[in-house]
């Protein structure tokens, strides 16, 4: 049997394809039951504090009412809000917390500091975005192509730009789930390669495939989904002039989707800058999935809630 009671949920590497696939399921079953109208509250009584240094849409109002629909309540906790922002240390705001609350979800600028809290906790512990990774958007991104194309394994998705958090996690993903992973990104903007590195060797397990590539076009020939994200994350913002220049042949358009499947699926975990990173005609047309990856966090984060706390 599976073990997730009481784990942290930090990265994907943290869990097996099994264990994935598991949440997977689940995130899919309580989507079901929450649009079926049954109510199903295995958290009745719980409380999730949410740390954010970063600004936020999905993730807050995802975690917040995801945690209401299983019965239990969501505290958002802005960083500059709680003593952390003065200087209070991880390790003794994560033992604190741990006193109030059954799980503590944290969006943060270094992964360092998600590992910190988590350490210094006693109860589970959620990364809700570093700049190292962003599982529980790659897992909802999962669950969408999924239920849309009904299978995983063997299926081609193709990251264009930078690489980034997202990238990671995704790359990741797949990995574990036995997908075929390429990506291209220019020179200085790759995706980290001790990531890279444990990606492929999770990949030699499944039957997947990490291909870290720099021409976009390679990339995505005969793709099934076509995936991008901003060109400046957060935290990089002052990085946005000369990120232009760097990313100006990286933008998923209608001459760069020819290359892929017919059948293809634009994805994007949002917040998306049109025109930049993905033309208008893409991110707004027939094949972008957009705003059900958006849904799917709910889902996926109430399956993961769930499972560990
Ligand atoms: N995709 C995502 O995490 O969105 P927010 O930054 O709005 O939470
Ligand atoms: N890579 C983006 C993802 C936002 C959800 C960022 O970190 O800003």
């Given at each position: 049997?599976l073990q997730l009671k009481g784990r942290d949920f930090l990265g994907l590497?943290d869990y097996?394809?099994?264990e994935i696939?598991y949440l997977?399921?689940l995130a899919?079953?309580l989507?079901?039951?929450?649009?079926?109208?049954?109510?199903?509250?295995p958290l009745?009584?719980k409380?999730l504090?949410?740390?954010?240094?970063?600004?936020?849409?999905?993730?807050?109002?995802?975690f917040?009412?995801g945690m209401?629909?299983l019965?239990g309540?969501?505290?958002?906790?802005?960083?500059?809000?709680?003593?952390?922002?003065?200087?209070?240390?991880?390790?003794?705001?994560?033992?604190?917390?741990?006193?109030?609350l059954d799980g503590i979800i944290?969006?943060?600028?270094?992964?360092?500091?998600?590992?910190?809290?988590a350490?210094?906790a006693t109860v589970p512990v959620i990364n809700a975005?570093?700049?190292?990774?962003?599982p529980c958007?790659?897992l909802?991104?999962?669950?969408?192509?999924?239920?849309?194309?009904?299978?995983?394994?063997?299926?081609?998705?193709?990251?264009?730009?930078?690489?980034?958090?997202?990238?990671?996690?995704?790359?990741?993903?797949?990995?574990?789930?036995?997908?075929?992973?390429?990506?291209?990104?220019?020179?200085?903007?790759?995706?980290?390669?001790?990531?890279?590195?444990?990606?492929?060797?999770?990949?030699?397990?499944?039957?997947?495939?990490?291909?870290?590539?720099?021409?976009?076009?390679?990339?995505?020939?005969?793709?099934?989904?076509?995936?991008?994200?901003?060109?400046?994350?957060?935290?990089?913002?002052?990085?946005?002039?000369?990120?232009?220049?760097?990313?100006?042949?990286?933008?998923?358009?209608?001459?760069?989707?020819?290359?892929?499947?017919?059948?293809?699926?634009?994805?994007?975990?949002?917040?998306?800058?049109?025109?930049?990173?993905?033309?208008?005609?893409?991110?707004?047309?027939?094949?972008?999935?957009?705003?059900?990856?958006?849904?799917?966090?709910?889902?996926a984060q109430k399956a993961v809630m769930a499972a560990i706390m």
């Amino acid at each position: 049997a599976l073990q997730l009671k009481g784990r942290d949920f930090l990265g994907l590497i943290d869990y097996s394809p099994e264990e994935i696939r598991y949440l997977l399921d689940l995130a899919i079953e309580l989507k079901r039951k929450q649009k079926s109208g049954e109510v199903y509250q295995p958290l009745k009584g719980k409380s999730l504090g949410m740390i954010f240094e970063k600004s936020s849409t999905r993730t807050r109002v995802s975690f917040e009412v995801g945690m209401y629909q299983l019965g239990g309540q969501a505290l958002f906790l802005s960083k500059n809000d709680i003593q952390m922002g003065r200087g209070e240390t991880i390790r003794d705001t994560a033992q604190t917390m741990s006193r109030y609350l059954d799980g503590i979800i944290i969006r943060t600028f270094g992964h360092r500091n998600v590992v910190e809290l988590a350490r210094g906790a006693t109860v589970p512990v959620i990364n809700a975005l570093s700049d190292q990774s962003h599982p529980c958007q790659a897992l909802a991104d999962y669950q969408t192509v999924l239920e849309m194309k009904g299978k995983l394994e063997g299926l081609k998705i193709s990251y264009i730009g930078d690489g980034n958090n997202m990238t990671h996690s995704l790359m990741m993903g797949a990995a574990k789930l036995g997908m075929h992973f390429t990506s291209a990104s220019p020179a200085g903007y790759e995706p980290a390669a001790d990531i890279i590195q444990l990606a492929k060797e999770a990949a030699a397990q499944t039957g997947g495939r990490i291909d870290v590539l720099r021409d976009p076009r390679e990339a995505v020939e005969g793709a099934d989904i076509i995936y991008t994200d901003v060109w400046a994350s957060m935290g990089f913002e002052e990085e946005q002039k000369e990120r232009e220049k760097a990313f100006k042949d990286y933008q998923v358009n209608e001459q760069l989707v020819k290359h892929a499947k017919s059948d293809y699926m634009f994805m994007h975990c949002l917040p998306a800058h049109r025109g930049e990173e993905v033309s208008e005609g893409v991110i707004d047309g027939k094949h972008s999935v957009i705003f059900d990856e958006a849904e799917n966090r709910l889902h996926a984060q109430k399956a993961v809630m769930a499972a560990i706390m």
